[in-house]
């Protein structure tokens, strides 16, 4: 497993997928810079006002950093800040509903590499056969594994 430098490139896109967090994640957000208003009002109303500007601008940024992509090439696999050359992937298997949750739970194995966000549940799985690398699979998390899986296999 390797991470990409900044400017590189892995060629042209089959796939792309950004993981963005679901709208009740920003409701979350929403609602933390909204109670700092109230944190503060005792203070300062105008410094409970700034506050939640402060609140929400810092974490709709954390947000966005945050949320990884999903990319296939022609020659690499990205997922998140992993790259890894497309000659090294195995078998590739696409995991809904309880099946999903035994992968990214039960059934996981500790050494696997692991790009999941709890509010997206579909995951696909894709097989490392690189002999010197000790992870077994690279576990994701997908709105569209039916599409990864198919880019996959192009």
Not at 33 to 42: D, E, R, W, Y
Not at 102 to 123: D, K
Not at 131 to 148: A, G, H, M
Request: glycine fraction near 8%.
């Amino acid at each position: 497993m390797s991470t990409p430098t900044s400017g590189s490139s892995v060629g042209t896109a089959l796939y792309e997928e950004r993981l963005w967090p679901a709208p009740w994640i920003w409701l979350v957000a929403a609602g933390a810079a909204g109670a700092s208003v109230v944190t503060f009002a005792p203070i300062n109303l105008t410094t409970g006002f700034i506050a939640a500007i402060v609140v929400a601008v810092v974490l709709g940024t954390l947000l966005v950093l945050s949320t990884p992509r999903i990319l296939v090439s022609a020659t690499h696999l990205t997922v998140g800040r992993a790259t890894i050359e497309r000659r090294f992937l195995g078998e590739a298997s696409a995991h809904t509903g309880e099946d999903a949750t035994a992968q990214r739970g039960p059934l996981l194995n500790a050494t696997a590499y692991l790009c999941i966000r709890g509010w997206i549940s579909p995951v696909v799985r894709v097989a490392i056969t690189d002999p010197d690398d000790p992870t077994p699979y690279w576990l994701t998390s997908t709105r569209r594994p039916e599409e990864l899986l198919a880019a996959l296999k192009a």
